[in-house]
């Protein structure tokens, strides 16, 4: 890290910066400035950081694509002027603030680190400033005068992830998110230990782009043994539908009731996108492994391999907002395009 690293904190709101209201004992957001004042290690930090804070900070079960937009949008403004930035969030729902910010920015060459914690900083047993303060010493680290992590990544109870890989997994510990699919991008002891084997390899210099047409006309669909027709016929008939993350058994099984084929058939038919994706936290959809999902890999549905729920919907949302035809979406989505899922 070099003096003159700067960094940029936005602030969105989450526990890391709440408060807890006295006579009804319910956590809320305050105002950043206050958030600041907790933290006053930062001043010793080696590096510039400069702070920007959501107007009304949100807890993040309140986030919606127009956030992901802002966001983006301030990383934008500050791309040229800053080397790294930090996002302060919710934990709730940052893995998939993560992973839509992974596809919004198109060939980032700086690191853009989500953190939070499970307790607000000003709690005695706090872990926000180890999260928060490591966050931004990841983010400051710089060789040959270029960032190392040129992604976007989540930090939590020591370990770097690759966002679009997280999935929360813990409401209580600590340690509240995994990766199970991809290993941890670096891990903080009493050493700061990155390992570059992990990381995005950018192979190109081509120009940072910002994405941020998204199209949320998208659901998740979670099978479970007993799910009626007349729920997934209403599903599939929502109008301006269109796309589908299945969330399917195991290896990517579905039952092999033929009226659901034929359902899902008629909706590819009519144009819908729909995705396999496996609701095991790790492993991977190996389509035509088994009888049960044989069938889907024959109806053509789109294959998720090994990526994570919150990745498949965020991907859909860009990948629709993208306008991608729909003779390529099918392979366009089997791409691995900012290491998601596996390429093969
Ligand atoms: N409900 C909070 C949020 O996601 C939890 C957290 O910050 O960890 O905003």
Redesign the pocket.
């Known amino acids: 890290m070099n003096s003159k690293t700067h960094i940029l904190l936005i602030y969105t ?4 910066g709440m408060v807890k209201d006295y006579e009804s004992g319910v956590l809320r957001a305050f105002d950043f400035d206050k958030l600041s004042k907790h933290i006053p290690e930062l001043e010793q930090l080696d590096c510039r950081v400069d702070t920007v804070s959501f107007e009304s900070p949100i ?3 309140n986030m919606n694509p127009d956030h992901w937009v802002k966001i983006a949008t301030l990383i934008e403004e500050n791309y040229e002027g800053h080397d790294g930035f930090v996002v302060l969030h ?4 940052m893995s998939y603030t993560a992973s839509a910010l992974s596809f919004m920015l198109e060939n980032l060459a700086k690191p853009v680190i989500f953190t ?3 307790l607000p900083i000003g709690d005695l047993r706090t872990d926000a400033k180890e999260n928060l303060i490591t966050s931004i010493q990841i983010a400051a680290l710089q060789k040959k005068g270029k960032p190392v992590i040129q992604e976007v990544g989540l930090y939590f109870e020591y370990k770097l992830y690759r966002g679009n890989r997280t999935t929360k997994i813990n409401a209580e510990h600590f340690q509240a998110f995994a990766s199970l699919n991809h290993p941890p991008l670096a891990e903080s002891g009493v050493h700061l230990k990155v390992f570059d084997e992990y990381l995005m390899q950018r192979k190109n210099t081509k120009r940072f782009v910002v994405h941020k047409d998204l199209d949320a006309n998208v659901v998740i669909l979670k099978l479970f043994p007993g799910l009626n027709r007349e729920v997934i016929r209403r599903v599939l008939g929502t109008p301006n539908l269109k796309a589908l993350v299945l969330e399917t058994y195991g290896a990517g099984n579905a039952p092999t009731d033929p009226w659901l084929l034929e359902d899902l058939e008629e909706a590819l038919a009519k144009g819908l996108h729909i995705v396999n994706v496996t609701q095991c936290s790790g492993g991977s959809v190996i389509p035509g492994r088994y009888k049960t999902s044989e069938q889907l890999r024959q109806l053509q549905i789109i294959n998720g391999k090994d990526i994570t729920t919150e990745s498949a919907i965020t991907k859909l949302m860009y990948l629709l907002g993208s306008g991608v035809s729909h003779k390529l979406f099918k392979t366009v989505f089997e791409t691995s395009l900012r290491g998601e899922m596996q390429q093969k």
């Open positions: 709101g989450g526990t890391i807890d993040s079960s919710g934990s709730d729902t939070g914690s499970q």
